[in-house]
């Protein structure tokens, strides 16, 4: 009962985990559980890898178009609040 | 801020469009980035940010100071992303990140990184990602992709600290589901 507890706790705290937003109490149990669980040992290294892959997601090659101050030109000099 | 960008912004706000332009221009490539991450259509989230700079100028008096410009001019993005997709019709939104995108070299030194060079990896966590909910969506991308504090990205995405941790983690354990651990670790493949 214990086990499937801690189980079903360490799953929904992977994320938590990852984010090094646990205590030190609810990490250490976390370490616990996944040192005898394949399941949850798996889902820790899934976690580690999908939080270091989004990290890693590309930002280059992208520019904002040209045209993203037309409308703000249009709306012309001067006061900006006088336009709103 | 820096004394360049409290000069401009002390122009903008009396009206000077070249100020206001070179004040927002240096974060148009990310805002818009993050708008093509939320909205995942080009044509949209340059309409978007256009529609965001004319917001930021109009609003641009009223700015206190209270956060950086930066976090203001993205928490204007947010709102204008979130009003953008409540006029879609409920449909799956289009992979936001290309291949191109994700070509990121990165290090061979660890686990994690063997797995990151994955570019069936990348291209299933860009379509996990446009299958979130928008705040789930907009939690993931200001965290993870984009590197923000906690703080500065639970203040873009206007909830507090423990609301937007909330969000993150329910986006990951969402995204996770939708890969799978095998996928992730590179178990059978």
């Known amino acids: ?84 | 801020m820096t004394e360049t960008e409290a000069a401009l912004l002390a122009r903008a706000k009396a009206g000077d469009v070249d100020a206001f332009e070179e004040l927002s221009g240096a974060y148009a490539d990310r805002l818009y980035l993050l708008l093509l991450r939320l909205l995942g259509d080009p044509d949209e989230a340059g309409e978007v940010a256009q529609e965001v700079m004319v917001r930021a100028w109009r609003g641009i008096s009223r700015f206190q100071g209270r956060s950086s410009y930066f976090t203001w001019l993205y928490r204007i993005a947010v709102n204008e992303a979130n009003r953008a997709l409540a006029r879609r019709e409920r449909e799956p939104a289009s992979v936001p990140l290309g291949p191109r995108e994700l070509d990121r070299p990165t290090s061979p030194a660890d686990d994690p990184a063997r797995q990151a060079e994955s570019s069936e990896l990348r291209q299933a966590l860009a379509r996990a990602l446009a299958m979130l909910a928008p705040p789930l969506r907009t939690a993931i991308v200001l965290r993870d992709v984009e590197g923000l504090s906690t703080q500065e990205a639970a203040e873009i995405a206007g909830v507090g600290q423990a609301a937007f941790k909330s969000r993150l983690h329910q986006a990951r354990l969402q995204v996770r589901a939708a890969i799978g651990d095998d996928a992730l670790t590179g178990v059978n493949g």
Not at chain 1, 52 to 58: E, H, P
């Open chain 1, 1 to 84: 009962m214990g086990n499937a507890q801690d189980h079903q706790w360490s799953q929904r705290h992977l994320s938590h985990y990852v984010e090094g937003d646990l205590g030190r109490r609810a990490r250490r149990r976390l370490d616990r559980h996944a040192l005898g669980c394949a399941d949850c040992g798996r889902g820790l290294r899934a976690m580690r890898v999908l939080v270091f892959t989004v990290q890693r997601l590309d930002r280059a090659d992208v520019r904002a178009p040209a045209t993203i101050f037309d409308r703000v030109r249009l709306a012309g000099a001067g006061d900006p609040a006088a336009d709103a």
